[in-house]
């Protein structure tokens, strides 16, 4: 892979980090279930984490991180306006479920296209690992919250 289309990648994946971490604060404050919340705010961290290795890569590309400016909106226009309630908290778990897999596709591609040898190879997976838990996380929770409805109709 060319270094112009690693950095445009990169810097990509900055932003989509970038607006998993605003969004899953902004849910953290949303949610009423304890629980949840504290599982937000700690795979927000995590989502922190994952922003600033790969600003660390840029910086030794030579390049700055983009600058962040109207892409959180859309994002958190997709979860639907915080529904409360445990069907709006499906609908945002669902919501989530979509967002971390449409991430690890991208970081599987991302993963094929750079190759085993090459320097970003480790960061990659691990952060395609944290993603694969986040959805296993947020699938399970959901499981329960549906399995809790179905049994009081
Ligand atoms: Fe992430
Ligand atoms: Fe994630």
New binding site residues.
Partial sequence: MEKDAIIKKLQWFYV??LN?VNLYLAQSKQVEDFYLRQTLLRIAE??QG?VENIRAKLQLLGVSAPVMGETIAPLAGMVGGFATGKAGTIALLKANIDLEEK?MKDYKDFILRVGKNHELFEMLWG?LI??DL?TAWFANKMKELEENMAGRQ
Avoid: M, N
């Fill in positions: 989509l980090e998993q995590v989502e994952h991430a952060h944290d993603e986040h």
